[in-house]
T-cell receptor, first 113, second 117 residues
Framework: DQQVKQNSPSLSVQEGRISILNCDYTNSMFDYFLWYKKYPAEGPTFLISISSIKDKNEDGRFTVFLNKSAKHLSLHIVPSQPGDSAVYFCAASAGSTGNQFYFGTGTSLTVIP | EAGVVQSPRYKIIEKKQPVAFWCNPISGHNTLYWYLQNLGQGPELLIRYENEEAVDDSQLPKDRFSAERLKGVDSTLKIQPAELGDSAVYLC???????????????FGPGTRLTVL
């Protein structure tokens, strides 16, 4: 049973515009969320995280929003750049399970120059 | 600082053959993870170590998969015998680990792509 879902397998955005990647989760015990970015033939790299005590976290061009009532989070990239083209994974963890993270299936972002 | 090292990067074997993957985590990282990633899917945890202790191996198919981290540093994941369905990318990750409820960013290696013919 997939506890973290990314329902959009792919997304194409024009350079300079905003990219919005979405993630939904089912486990109400999840209280920490991360986004990872993955280039082909490389392992995922950490991008940004958010704790459930916040509803927004910003790091440069990347902002993650958390809506706990909807069990939904989103990653905003603005402005999008061609180098942002990669697969983005959402991951979640619950305090009761410590460092175990559950990953979504990923969204492939293509930023068109 | 060196990242997580995995070898080999690619492996092609015939079914029923054994195969082993090696991972060296970032120095000082107590927690080590092995993940399986199928095409079009996210990483799925196989086993998690805190130092040399396997604290979560519930998703590891123990009839054919085994793992060890004898000295609490590097780790080996083995499949014997391999099946066609084992073709996937095997990712190793590490994190500082530590306190319950304290979350630590995981650093991933490049993975080993296994093809079973």
């Amino acid at each position: 049973d997939q506890q973290v879902k990314q329902n959009s397998p792919s997304l194409s955005v024009q350079e300079g515009r905003i990219s919005i990647l979405n993630c939904d989760y089912t486990n109400s015990m999840f209280d920490y969320f991360l986004w990872y970015k993955k280039y082909p033939a490389e392992g995922p790299t950490f991008l940004i995280s958010i704790s459930s005590i916040k509803d927004k976290n910003e790091d440069g061009r990347f902002t993650v929003f958390l809506n706990k009532s909807a069990k939904h989070l989103s990653l905003h990239i603005v402005p999008s750049q061609p180098g942002d083209s990669a697969v983005y994974f959402c991951a979640a963890s619950a305090g009761s399970t410590g460092n175990q993270f559950y990953f979504g299936t990923g969204t492939s972002l293509t930023v068109i120059p | 600082e060196a990242g997580v090292v995995q070898s080999p990067r690619y492996k092609i074997i015939e079914k029923k053959q054994p195969v082993a993957f090696w991972c060296n985590p970032i120095s000082g990282h107590n927690t080590l993870y092995w993940y399986l990633q199928n095409l079009g899917q996210g990483p799925e945890l196989l086993i998690r170590y805190e130092n040399e202790e396997a604290v979560d191996d519930s998703q590891l198919p123990k009839d054919r998969f085994s793992a060890e981290r004898l000295k609490g540093v590097d780790s080996t994941l083995k499949i014997q015998p391999a099946e066609l369905g084992d073709s996937a990318v095997y990712l190793c990750a590490s994190s500082l680990g530590g306190l319950r409820g304290k979350y630590n960013e995981q650093f991933f290696g490049p993975g080993t792509r296994l093809t079973v013919l």
